[in-house]
């Protein structure tokens, strides 16, 4: 028959198919048992194989897919048939290939399904605008990145009628007090603070928010396999991918993980963030991704293995680090408390150089004269990424708002590099602090 010649490689099968029970997809993963490891979970997922064998999976680019009969696009769209079984639309709704990084995604989370996007700020917008209608209060750390800080306060504000209370997440009595009952439908905030590192207490959090009926969606940009927010009782976890689970600063995108029914609720086709707002993410992108999250456990243990050995340098010769995985850090105890065992603190340490000028001399002479990092935000890269915080990732906040997320003048954030070795690392950056001082 020439249509199943046409459509030779393309697997159509009933759902009690024995072939197609094998190769089920969808958007929901197996739930992670608790307090399982992320790299173990992330090894239990189901591999996808390529369509030929390859032990990688096949890229599917495609923007559209046929179907064998007719009446089986009015069954697509009607929600019949789904990803689930392997049923695809278009690919502003689910793709397969980015549907295989969502499943890493969420095995990596310990979520039951996860999606991915475009950007951080496309996946933190959508979870947001999902979670929240006109006229919805969020609570939020007031202690965020400048971007997600921006969205809050002026975006959605002005664009939707969603507001936000900016809190101290430290202080349980004041979240407890922020939330107004009936309108406030999130607690939002990140679980390694951009840029002060102060470490959430997830659980206690997520008690206070439940009590009330709050979503608690937390942004694990900073410590993926490091912290597990959602088994710590987090509904919904954002990512910024371009960041450590890309590992490379060469790719933009993000990610939400959570329930399967938010993730779907974010595909509907009169209600969905996603599917009518569109930051979707390219199956091409998707497959380099899916390429590096096997090793991100590997990446992560030695970034924080490096920050902590820094930090701990750099306190003994009298700098005032801020790092949580620092004994005498605020934070240190709930970290300890929380994070997943064997990954370390995480990988970012700050400096606070007292003022602007004393910073930018500084990343100037580690740049420019021992070659020490790079002056440039962002985070998670191979190389040491080094930037002054309050002029630059957190600029978007005025001066009282900086002030009370604890963000000075002369922080200076350092996303900790593994190229190198450490001590050639450790002795750039010495030669840089001696020429500073003389
Ligand atoms: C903690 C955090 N969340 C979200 C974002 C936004 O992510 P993206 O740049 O991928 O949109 C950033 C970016 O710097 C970030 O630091």
């Not at 069954?75 to 079984?85: A, I, K, N, Q, Y």
């Not at 209608?133 to 809050?152: E, F, M, Q, W």
């Not at 400096?351 to 580690?366: I, P």
């Not at 191979?382 to 708002?401: H, K, P």
Request: charged share 20%.
């Amino acid at each position: 028959m020439a249509t199943s010649v046409v459509h030779a490689g393309k697997k159509r099968k009933g759902a009690d198919d024995e072939d197609h029970l094998v190769a089920k997809k969808s958007a929901s993963l197996p739930a992670v048992a608790k307090g399982e490891d992320p790299m173990a979970a992330l090894a239990m997922a189901r591999h996808e194989f390529g369509e030929h064998g390859g032990v990688n999976m096949s890229i599917e680019a495609s923007a559209t897919f046929t179907v064998m009969e007719p009446d089986t696009m009015r069954r697509m769209f009607s929600g019949e048939l789904g990803p689930d079984r392997d049923f695809f639309i278009y690919s502003r709704h689910f793709n397969p290939t980015v549907l295989n990084l969502s499943r890493q995604m969420a095995a990596l989370e310990g979520t039951e399904a996860a999606y991915c996007t475009s950007s951080g700020m496309s996946a933190i917008s959508a979870a947001l605008l999902q979670l929240c209608s006109s006229g919805d209060h969020i609570v939020a750390s007031r202690t965020l990145y400048g971007g997600t800080h921006a969205l809050l306060t002026h975006f959605f504000p002005r664009t939707c009628n969603i507001t936000t209370s900016f809190v101290d997440i430290k202080d349980l009595d004041m979240v407890d007090g922020a939330i107004i009952e009936g309108r406030t439908k999130v607690l939002y905030f990140e679980a390694i603070a951009n840029p002060v590192l102060s470490v959430a207490n997830v659980p206690e959090l997520c008690r206070v928010a439940h009590d009330k009926g709050l979503t608690v969606v937390v942004d694990n940009t900073f410590a993926p396999m490091v912290m597990s927010p959602a088994k710590l009782g987090a509904d919904v976890v954002v990512h910024s991918i371009s960041k450590f689970i890309s590992g490379g600063a060469d790719i933009i995108a993000g990610a939400v993980c959570g329930p399967a029914k938010l993730v779907n609720s974010m595909m509907d086709l009169h209600q969905g963030a996603l599917m009518l707002l569109g930051p979707t993410m390219n199956p091409k992108v998707a497959f380099e991704l899916s390429e590096r999250i096997p090793h991100l456990g590997l990446r992560m243990k030695e970034h924080c293995r490096r920050a902590l050995e820094y930090a701990t340098r750099m306190k003994k010769l009298g700098l005032k680090v801020i790092y949580p995985g620092l004994e005498g850090h605020p934070d240190h105890t709930v970290l300890k408390s929380i994070a997943n065992l064997d990954y370390g603190f995480g990988g970012l340490l700050c400096l606070d150089m007292g003022t602007e000028e004393k910073a930018n001399r500084l990343m100037n002479l580690l740049q420019n004269s021992t070659q020490f990092g790079f002056m440039a935000v962002s985070l998670g890269y191979y190389e040491t990424l080094m930037s002054c915080s309050g002029s630059s990732t957190s600029s978007e906040m005025n001066a009282e708002e900086k002030a009370l997320a604890g963000i000075s003048p002369g922080l200076v954030r350092m996303s900790v590099g593994y190229s190198g070795t450490l001590e050639q690392r450790w002795s750039q950056f010495e030669k840089a602090l001696s020429r500073m001082q003389g």
